[in-house]
């Protein structure tokens, strides 16, 4: 017949607290408690500030553009965009929507002109190629290469 006992107080699974982790001092919560009451507390940046300020810096530079392009973080911003509407931070928000609408145009423009950022390294190495229409000095170079 099966022990159908309650696991022991020993057990893992009745033990809630990270093993080695000391409770906070009664003097740490009470100061952080005052500091939090009268605003003196430190405050913390919210996320989508700092998003919309990595995808402004992008738009003035195409390296940091083709970056934040290929690392898929169109989505990030446009959440990042709506927290800050959200949070009615009006400035910030016009600020990563103008940042969104210049990055989609430049990925919208890459994706029809065939050069995707995210593919990057797959495309061809040689990008000199003899056009209609444009008179090439004599290299002494085979024409067929």
Not at 36 to 61: H, V
Request: charge should be negative; aromatic fraction near 2%.
């Amino acid at each position: 017949m099966p022990d159908a006992s309650p696991p022991a107080d020993d057990s893992p699974l009745t033990d809630a607290s990270p093993p080695d982790t000391p409770p906070p001092s009664p003097d740490a919560v009470r100061d952080a408690l005052r500091a939090l009451a009268t605003g003196t507390a430190p405050a913390r940046r919210p996320a989508f500030r700092e998003t919309i300020s990595e995808a402004e810096a992008a738009t003035d530079c195409a390296l940091e553009a083709t970056t934040f392009l290929a690392a898929g973080r169109l989505p990030e911003l446009a959440r990042a965009v709506a927290d800050a509407e959200h949070a009615d931070e009006t400035g910030t928000a016009e600020r990563g929507a103008e940042a969104l609408a210049a990055l989609r145009r430049l990925d919208a423009a890459a994706a029809a002109h065939g050069d995707d950022p995210r593919d990057a390294e797959s495309a061809d190495g040689d990008h000199f190629h003899r056009a209609r229409g444009i008179v090439l000095p004599p290299t002494g170079q085979a024409t067929d290469r």
